[in-house]
């Protein structure tokens, strides 16, 4: 997902790279080649980490939070669909990681969502607007939520793909 304002500014990027090979979590690999993984009936914390593992960039006025790195895809996109509703609710959200203590803080100021990282300290800390950071979960969300779905279809009738499609208000 890439925004691209009138003045030609790329204020927010949130991207993920397919990767094939990451899609079965190691300690699902015997189960899922004697087909005994159902994708449909898994619970949406297996799906969240134990599976889909893909390099995403999470990059805020020209700013990379995440570059790349493999992270469970489901569990960004529920992090990302329910800070939206902090943000609303709250003022604050955060974007943290269970396989490490990397945290991205964000805060609304106004109008706009404001950025920081307990990896760097930047200055000013990046920003974007609050409709822009809602279009561009909300797209990231769609995006890959149609990528899994496309790719394999049982997930259209798992309910924690339900659940993802309500935050993104699809």
Not at 11 to 27: H, N
Not at 56 to 83: K, N, Q, R, W, Y
Not at 120 to 132: A, I, R, Y
């Amino acid at each position: 997902m890439y925004l691209t304002r009138e003045d030609g500014r790329n204020p927010l990027k949130i991207k993920f790279t397919p990767d094939s090979s990451s899609d079965i979590g190691s300690g699902y690999e015997k189960a899922w080649r004697a087909g005994r993984i159902d994708l449909e009936g898994l619970s949406a914390t297996d799906l969240r980490y134990g599976f889909f593992e893909y390099p995403v960039d999470f990059i805020v006025d020209g700013h990379a939070l995440l570059a790349g790195e493999h992270i469970p895809l489901i569990d960004i996109m529920f992090t990302l669909g329910h800070s939206l509703g902090s943000l609303r609710s709250a003022g604050s959200a955060a974007i943290d990681f269970t396989e490490n203590t990397y945290a991205i803080r964000l805060e609304l100021v106004g109008d706009h969502v404001q950025f920081t990282s307990t990896r760097s300290v930047l200055t000013p800390p990046p920003s974007c607007s609050f409709d822009d950071y809602m279009s561009g979960v909300r797209s990231f969300i769609t995006g890959g939520v149609e990528y899994l779905e496309l790719h394999h279809p049982e997930l259209a009738r798992n309910p924690g793909m339900n659940s993802l499609r309500e935050l993104a208000d699809v």
